[in-house]
């Protein structure tokens, strides 16, 4: 197990991190692309309409990928909140300042999507739905971390301060996901189950799940490039990074 340990911190690393996911970018962006583009072209286009919502339901194959990484994004930015709090790695003080904005995009596309699911289905943009509207919080949560984090002057205590409240914020993902359970709610319920039959149609079902990988390939993707060009603007002054862009160290 300390053998696991020790090879596991060492990609705590500045420079190793940042090497390793430069190799990891491209095929993560390879994935996004092989499962993204057919299963998009299939689900707005040649996949069968609804029987009861008709063509309007297309909009789940955006709504629901970013729905789940929006909330898989706050479950790792907080992870590496409690790593910044507990072991104070840079590394992991960056992954909170870097998911946060990524995270607050995915939402805010969960948002207008389910508004735009929304008028047609409910006959309104906006209801004040209990999922809905602990999205809405999530967004909120999301956007306290960017400004928590940029209002010190020391980055690194903005950073163990977003991390803080990452960790607070937590109470809400539960809340999210059985909102449809606990409250009377317009929101339909789950129709994907990992354990258990699926109540959407196979044919519905595979492009629902290739575009919720890509989703999350392309939250690794940018998460990679954000923290390493984190890395580079944080370490600046190390000679690894002069070495990572071909240039001479500043004291040589």
Not at 17 to 40: D, E, I, M, S
Not at 165 to 193: A, D, E, F, K
Request: hydrophobic share 55%; net charge positive; no cysteine.
């Amino acid at each position: 197990m300390q053998k696991f340990w020790i090879w596991l911190t060492r990609f705590a690393s500045p420079p190793v991190f940042y090497r390793v996911a430069g190799l990891w970018r491209p095929w993560l962006g390879l994935a996004t692309l092989l499962f993204g583009v057919p299963a998009l072209i299939y689900g707005l286009f040649f996949a069968p309409a609804d029987y009861l919502q008709g063509e309007s339901y297309r909009i789940i194959y955006l709504h629901v990928p970013a729905a789940w990484v929006s909330m898989l994004a706050y479950v790792a930015m907080a992870t590496a909140g409690a790593a910044a709090l507990i072991w104070h790695t840079k590394l992991s003080e960056l992954a909170v300042v870097s998911i946060a904005p990524l995270g607050a995009g995915f939402t805010a596309l969960t948002l207008l999507t389910g508004m735009l699911w929304g008028r047609p289905t409910w006959g309104a943009y906006w209801v004040w739905d209990a999922r809905l509207t602990s999205e809405l919080v999530l967004l909120f949560l999301y956007l306290g971390v960017i400004g928590l984090a940029s209002a010190y002057g020391d980055a690194r205590r903005g950073a163990r301060a977003a991390a803080l409240l990452s960790l607070v914020g937590l109470v809400n993902l539960p809340i999210i996901h059985y909102s449809v359970h606990w409250w009377n709610t317009l929101h339909q319920g789950s129709t994907v189950r990992i354990f258990g039959e699926s109540s959407i149609d196979g044919s519905m079902l595979w492009a629902l799940l290739a575009s919720a990988m890509a989703a999350k390939f392309y939250f690794a993707w940018s998460l990679l490039g954000r923290l390493r060009l984190q890395l580079l603007a944080a370490e600046s002054e190390k000679a690894w990074v002069a070495k990572a862009l071909n240039l001479e160290p500043a004291d040589a």
